[in-house]
């Protein structure tokens, strides 16, 4: 497992989390102290990006917002242009224990697929997610939907914490959704031949910052996800980005 996280990059978009980072990133490094870890500043108006660099992590700092899923893409381009094997992506705001890192190593690691998903839902009770009962029905809601697109097992479609192989790695790179960047390319990796599996993970409440989604904005946002979701159906496959091409690149 150390040799795949010894070629693994970590991912972490981050956005005004000065707070959640010092002890995020720490964590990481008692877990994976030979993996590299970027810090993917989407033009925080905080001390991000110090806090990231006086922690020993690399720091891309864009010149505008772009979101999560923007912020994501240009963390891939630069994980595909420096060679990494695979990429480890997660949140910035520490609700996904660093401990949690080797469950997802590990699956990697036995080629259960090329992305793998720390799922909040699969999880023991201790350390199990808990939310508000509309905002848990939406959830469950959309990943009816996205198992029923993906013709696999979806229980946690927003998952924030992810491992993916350098193949998919060179799919994502050149076209990743930013408008809902976890479902959508669920169902984007599905439409291109590859494969992800989940993996339980254990959840804990936020370690500092604000939430971009706010509790009365979740039914909306999950509305919105399912219309994207279905308009997703309508595409085509993309030869160039399919699973026996990009294969070839990974080294």
Known sequence: MNDI???????????????????????????????????????????TAAVARN???????LPCNLGVGGAIQAGFRYALG?????????????????????????????GQGDLIVGSRFLAAADGAYTSTVWRSAGI????????????????DPTSGFQMLNRPLLSCFAQAYPVDYP????????????????????????????????????????????CLALLVDRARTVDPRLARHNTVLESP
Request: one cysteine or more.
């Open 55 to 61: 922690a020993g992590a690399a720091v891309l700092d």
């Open 82 to 110: 420096k060679g990494y094997s695979c990429v480890l992506r997660r949140d910035g705001d520490g609700q996904h224990p660093p401990s949690e890192i080797p469950k997802l190593a590990a699956a990697m690691e036995a």
């Open 182 to 225: 976890e479902p959508e390319s669920l169902a984007l990796l599905r439409r291109q031949g590859y494969s992800f599996h989940e993996v339980p993970v254990a959840f804990r409440p936020r370690q500092g910052g604000t939430s971009s989604i706010r509790s009365w904005g979740a039914t909306y946002y999950l509305l919105k996800v």
């Open 5 to 47: 996280l010894a070629r693994t990059l970590i991912l972490i978009p981050a956005c005004n989390e000065e707070a959640s980072l010092p002890a995020l990133l720490a964590g990481i490094r008692q877990v994976a102290p030979l993996t590299d870890i970027v810090v993917i500043n989407d033009c925080s108006r905080d001390r």
């Open 140 to 155: 469950r809601a959309l990943a009816l939907l996205l198992s029923a697109i993906c013709r696999a097992r979806v229980t």
